[in-house]
């Protein structure tokens, strides 16, 4: 056991990993969750239990109903395994699956060892979360092997002191003579003794990403994933089990959260028995994975989380989590800076006088961070030509990136660009000169999407060059700031590195190869913030947050479809993570027209940006985004690192109204958003209920935007915190808190304790 001493994360709580010889079970254990392990008769790895925490110094074998000494006659009974393997009488999906020098794919895995230490290690080539402090968590290593094929199987659990998490990951290692194929390695599978769950999910596509989508699990099969090559806008590698009464305060959920950026699995299946199973990994359609004697493959890194308390404390452990001990570099604790992106301004149609415009009159409104986006490079007037070409346009940029950057820096703001590095036109000279960089199948025509096709990221000369003309670019200007596009998916997966029997490996060794150029420009430039993006929100996913702590939410900034795709979005990640912007209305997604203070207001639940063009602002106009900017600057720390909590759902009812808030850990501050939709005739008397305030606590209540009599506003309005949770914010009164009239209205509600 790890008394609580180091940094870490800020806690004061225990946690430990004890093993029990005689009764051969393990016990995770930390204040908030115990998830149990058992050695079973046979030699098997048994799941005991995964809930809230159980006393320690006792055995929990009986959880498992009965003992196990195989399935001789007991074919397809339900018993619950760690990592189930197929064809030996557990009917269900396998988490393993590997051909064998015969064409068999049956495996008998048996304990063979484990190893207790504290800390967590990192997965080699691979993102994953990590300690900073080795009394933060605890690790387990159990090492099952099979003495036919000579197949070693190494899972690892990491349970982390202050949070309701187990990291889990397995290295599959050839410790025979023939070489094998992998052709299913999940990284994790969770038996649960009954189906009384729901199956929540993230879905849309571009524009509309992570949407709350819901379903009752069924007798049968179940799932979501990707085989785009990413992890894509259509399903984000997150899903949730949910009893049918859980909601955002109470309840039972299980969250499973895949670190990876490729194609993936999240696949739930009901037995007759009415138990039910689910899995997470690498998708195993398409995969394959040749290993030869000696050789390992590592499976990318689950987080599973528990909650008792409802969706709302699921995500804050993995907001946590992620923003804490995800992220990484100078960034990560950082306040991210206030941009503003030239691209719905003016698109590719500008020189430096005109870019200099636009930043000088962003710096009049308080804007520390300029972006130039596409069209800085080659000849790229349009989206038809010159990606791969990251050399700048001198008919545009007559003096550089370098001089731009320089002159930017002297109005008093930073500078960042926009690449897309994974990308090559058709038209470019890089694509001249290597036609066999690109992905696709000799003979076969190329798909393209936006007039581009996709480097062959499997390759390390590809890396190694990508690396290099970044690098250099990077290195020639100032530049504080990058934000990484992919704007289409891999089609033709087919590497001109691989042989044919190797194909299966190329979607991994793709994302293996992006892992290592952003860990290799991260480490070279680590003053440099990156965002990543993938037409929007297409990779928004945690193996990437893991080198850029923001990512860009979705190509959509109107307010309206903001709302949710970010309470989607914010049911795994945080706030810290969401890139918002103010962009210019009409709006260039949906043509709608939101009031600037709308728009803002929602926003302002991230981190914030502005995409439009501020010379064409009216003087009012200007005057109220620079007030915005001041007050995002002055609660910027509470926006990005505060508790978010979700309070009315655009996703229910008749998804007129949203709110949310977020609160500081302290809870002596918080800020309360309330948006309607399309205004109504004679509302009536709504209240909003808050939550995560200090009962005892008398908070001062004033509004952003200011309105009507401020004076009597700010010393009148003074409530108890138990008050606003019970009674709440009174809506569509008479009373002074709010009065919201016309359509896509906002408020927001600033919180202070006396």
């Not at 700031?481 to 998916?489: A, F, I, L, P, Q």
């Not at 008749?654 to 109504?680: C, H, K, P, Q, S």
Request: glycine content about 10%; overall charge negative.
């Amino acid at each position: 056991m790890v008394p609580p001493t180091g940094p870490g994360l800020s806690g004061a709580g225990i946690v430990s990993i004890d093993w029990d010889p005689g009764t051969r079970e393990w016990h995770l254990r930390n204040e908030q969750v115990s998830y149990l392990l058992r050695v079973s008769e046979n030699g098997t790895l048994g799941h005991l239990y995964f809930g809230p925490a159980l006393a320690s110094g006792r055995s929990y074998r009986h959880l498992a109903r009965r003992g196990f000494e195989g399935f001789d006659n007991r074919v397809g009974d339900p018993v619950a395994f760690e990592y189930p393997t197929a064809g030996s009488g557990d009917l269900r999906i396998p988490a393993l699956t590997i051909e064998q020098p015969d064409g068999s794919t049956v495996l008998g895995l048996v304990y063979a060892g484990h190893r207790i230490r504290l800390g967590k290690p990192s997965i080699p080539g691979l993102p994953s979360t990590y300690v900073e402090s080795e009394d933060e968590a605890e690790s387990l290593e159990v090492t099952l092997a099979d003495a036919v094929s000579g197949v070693e199987l190494r899972l690892a659990w990491t349970i982390f002191r202050d949070l309701p998490i187990v990291a889990r990951s397995a290295r599959v290692v050839n410790a025979g003579t023939a070489p094998l194929r992998i052709l299913c390695a999940m990284s994790a599978s969770l038996d649960l003794p009954d189906a009384g769950w729901h199956f929540v999910h993230l879905s849309g596509t571009w524009a509309r990403e992570r949407h709350v989508r819901s379903r009752r699990l069924e007798q049968g099969r179940q799932s979501i994933g990707s085989l785009l090559g990413v992890s894509g806008a259509h399903h984000n590698p997150f899903v949730v089990l949910a009893r049918p009464t859980t909601i955002e305060a109470q309840g039972e959920a299980y969250g499973f959260s895949l670190v990876y950026s490729g194609n993936f699995l999240a696949e739930a299946e009901v037995d007759p028995y009415a138990t039910a199973r689910l899995r997470i990994g690498i998708n195993p359609e398409g995969f394959s994975w040749h290993l030869d004697p000696g050789a390992e493959f590592a499976v990318p890194e689950a987080i599973l989380a528990y909650s008792a308390d409802g969706l709302e404390a699921l995500s804050h452990a993995y907001h946590r989590l992620y923003r804490e001990r995800l992220a990484r570099g100078a960034w990560r604790d950082r306040p991210r800076p206030v941009l503003i992106n030239n691209w719905e301004a003016i698109y590719f149609d500008f020189d430096e006088a005109r870019l200099l415009e636009i930043a000088a009159a962003s710096r009049e409104l308080g804007i520390e961070l300029f972006v130039l986006d596409d069209g800085w490079f080659g000849r790229r007037d349009a989206d038809t030509s010159s990606l791969g070409d990251w050399e700048v346009d001198r008919r545009k940029l007559p003096d550089g990136l370098g001089a731009l950057g320089t002159k930017i820096e002297a109005l008093g703001m930073r500078f960042g660009i926009w690449i897309e590095p994974e990308m090559v036109s058709v038209r470019s000279r890089l694509f001249e000169a290597h036609p066999d960089w690109a992905i696709g199948v000799p003979g076969r025509p190329r798909t393209e999407s936006r007039s581009q096709l996709v480097l062959d990221l499997a390759r390390p000369d590809v890396v190694d060059h990508l690396y290099g003309v970044i690098a250099a670019t990077l290195a020639g200007a100032p530049i504080s700031y990058v934000k990484w596009d992919m704007n289409r998916y891999i089609t033709e997966p087919f590497s001109l590195s691989l042989g044919p029997d190797r194909q299966g490996e190329f979607s991994h060794r793709y994302v293996l190869g992006l892992y290592e150029l952003y860990g290799r420009l991260t480490a070279a430039f680590p003053e440099v913030l990156f965002e990543s993006c993938a037409s929007g929100g297409a990779r928004f996913d945690p193996g990437l947050l893991a080198y850029a702590p923001q990512a860009w939410t979705s190509d959509d900034t109107d307010a309206v479809e903001r709302l949710a795709i970010q309470w989607g979005t914010s049911l795994c990640y945080p706030l810290s993570s969401m890139g918002a912007h103010v962009s210019a209305v009409p709006n260039h997604q949906v043509g709608r027209v939101t009031p600037l203070a709308t728009r803002a207001a929602v926003a302002f639940f991230g981190v914030v940006g502005y995409e439009l063009d501020p010379t064409a602002l009216s003087s009012d106009e200007r005057r109220e985004v620079a007030d915005q900017v001041v007050f995002y600057l002055e609660h910027r720390e509470l926006f990005q690192r505060g508790r978010f909590v979700r309070l009315r759902s655009p996703f229910e009812g008749d998804r007129n109204e949203t709110a949310w808030m977020v609160v500081a850990e302290d809870a002596r501050r918080a800020i309360v958003g309330f948006y309607r939709v399309l205004n109504r005739p004679v509302p009536g008397p709504g209240r909003l209920e808050l939550r995560g305030l200090d009962p005892a606590a008398l908070y001062r209540v004033t509004l952003w935007p200011r309105t009507g009599d401020e004076v009597e506003q700010e010393n009148a309005l003074v409530r108890g915190g138990d008050d606003l949770m019970s009674a709440g914010l009174f809506l569509d009164t008479d009373r002074r808190e709010t009065v919201l009239a016309g359509d896509f209205t906002a408020r927001l509600f600033l919180l202070e304790a006396e």
